[in-house]
């Protein structure tokens, strides 16, 4: 089955202790990226990776780091979490190259980070 | 990016056919329109996307105005799963690797009654 999966689905850590989501998908995409989604502001972009060892800044990337060391996975890095990144992060990849952006992109089931 | 307008809210009864507007009056030559949901408490889906004629898949239909302003998913027959918030989304065909990037408004909470 096509999936992209997250580990953990929730946690819950102390402010200043490093943790790492993981996400991995079976559908060999070479696009992945990470969203968050918060209460009012919607889902935003953190970062995103159009293949291996090839990533960029979404939108509010601040706090967060990504690798890409192989194209099925690309996990989430909080080097040092704070309250503010307490958050439902998002996960998700597509296939890229193809001038039609009609490429779907498939979405993890979601991981609820809290930070205390 | 152009940006999307659509109702913040909506509600069908079920099995009865459903259609969700999104406006979207500066959308470009070259953007895809695209509609995704989002179940409770489950990661946003695909549900279909278009240029400039109507699409029909297994999920929804998509009509798309003629001058491309303005845009319907249409639901054929609403069920209790189908319950979600859905975006209207657009994207630039032509764009980098940045344009890869799904910009999420508010979108449209559908509510079905049994």
């Known amino acids: 089955e096509a999936q992209v999966t997250q580990n953990p689905r929730y946690l819950i850590t102390v402010t200043g202790k490093k943790l790492t989501v993981t996400c991995s998908q079976n559908?060999?995409?070479?696009?992945m990226s990470w969203y968050r989604q918060d209460p009012g502001l919607g889902l935003r972009q953190i970062y995103y990776?159009?293949?291996?060892?090839?990533?960029d800044k979404g939108d509010v990337p601040e706090g967060y780091k990504v690798s890409r060391k192989e194209k099925r996975n690309f996990p989430l890095i909080l080097e040092s979490p704070s309250p503010n990144q307490t958050s439902l992060y998002f996960c998700?990849?597509?296939?890229?190259?193809?001038?039609?952006?009609?490429?779907?992109?498939?979405f993890g089931p979601g991981t609820r980070l809290t930070v205390t | 990016d152009a940006k999307t307008t659509q109702p913040n809210s909506m509600e069908s009864n079920e099995e009865e056919p459903v259609h969700l507007p999104c406006n979207h009056s500066?959308?470009?030559?070259?953007?895809?329109i695209h509609w995704y949901r989002q179940l409770p408490s489950q990661g946003p889906e695909y549900v279909i996307h278009?240029?400039?004629s109507n699409v029909n898949n297994r999920m929804a239909s998509l009509a798309i105005a003629e001058d491309r302003k303005s845009s319907t998913l249409i639901l054929h027959r609403a069920t209790l799963r189908d319950a979600a918030v859905y975006y209207c989304?657009?994207?630039?065909?032509?764009?980098?690797?940045?344009?890869?990037?799904?910009?999420f408004g508010k979108g449209t909470k559908l509510s079905v009654i049994p």
């Open positions: 998700a990849s597509s296939l890229f190259g193809q001038r039609d952006r009609g490429n779907e992109q498939y």
């Open positions: 559908m060999n995409h070479e696009y």
């Open positions: 990776s159009m293949n291996v060892e090839v990533t």
């Open positions: 500066t959308i470009s030559g070259t953007d895809y």
């Open positions: 278009g240029l400039t």
């Open positions: 989304i657009l994207r630039d065909s032509f764009g980098g690797a940045g344009s890869y990037q799904l910009t």
